[in-house]
């Protein structure tokens, strides 16, 4: 695959994320009935087309032991962020979701005493002035729900953070399971823990309409495997600083849905936000000095 044809697999691969919570948002449902139902329904496919194309490898109880401590941090994320998402909407969740970054560096700083730059520090700034463009300057006049979606999507940044952590330690000692057959098993590890979290929370897990169940098939077919598919195959090719720039389009896209399809009341400052956070994500990204190349945290998700 040669580098213009990775780019744009990258490129369609960050618009088919872009749609995950808009199509979460579309579906109707109770935030943990449709991450529940993202990921039965995206691990069916994933085992599916892995058994299809005879890309599957055996693997032991172990690796399933050792992948399942990721897929804590991930159902954890996909509990936060789909009820962010219901909160506050598709764009706004999904651009808090990609602070991931600042604190996948800032553990990096703790961890493995990878130096911050000032190009981090900088992009921090922006980010931080994006933000209350976006929000600071009517925090008080919203509801306690809102505030609390906000919360909820800086939860499913840490969350995202922890879990690259834990997947990149359990790659690098514990599983060689092929990145996209791991992407596979996660899902489906995921599954009966959101069960568990939506019978907790009292929720029946049925689809109460067909629009419901096609958003949640095309949430879990077009952003869960389609998406991550292309992006899995495109980032061994491309630097990182590409990367990062190329999964911007997801937050982007996801805010443009947001007021196209859901009417999201958008003023001027709110784009200069935006526009702000999104240069400040991508500055963080790429504001760390490794000490130790292979301790490189895997580029950003756009979101899962």
Sequence with gaps: MTGPAALARL???????????????ASGLPASVSAFWRMALAA???????????????????????????????????????????????????????????ALALAGW??????????????????????????????HETTAGYRGGVWFGLATAVAYAVYLLVFRHVRRFGVAVPAVQSLAMITLLCVPMLAIATGIEGRSLAIDSVRALLAVLALAILAQCLGWWLIAEAMPRLSASVVGLGLLLQPLLAFIQDVLLFARATSHSDWLGLALALVGIFLGANGIARTDPSASATPDRGRA
């Design 44 to 102: 069916i496919v994933l085992l599916g087309l892995l058994r299809l194309t005879r890309h599957w490898r055996p693997v032991a109880a172990r690796d399933w032991a050792w992948l399942a401590l990721p897929a804590v941090a991930f159902a954890a994320d996909l509990w936060f962020w789909h009820r962010s998402i219901a909160a506050i909407g598709p764009g706004l969740s999904t651009l808090l979701a990609n602070f991931q970054v600042f």
């Design 11 to 25: 490129l369609l691969g960050a618009a088919c994320i872009s749609t995950a919570a808009p199509l979460a948002s």
């Design 110 to 139: 703790l961890l493995y005493r990878e130096r911050l730059t000032a190009r981090y520090l900088g992009g921090l700034v922006l980010a931080a002035v994006g933000l209350w463009l976006l929000l600071g300057r009517g925090w």
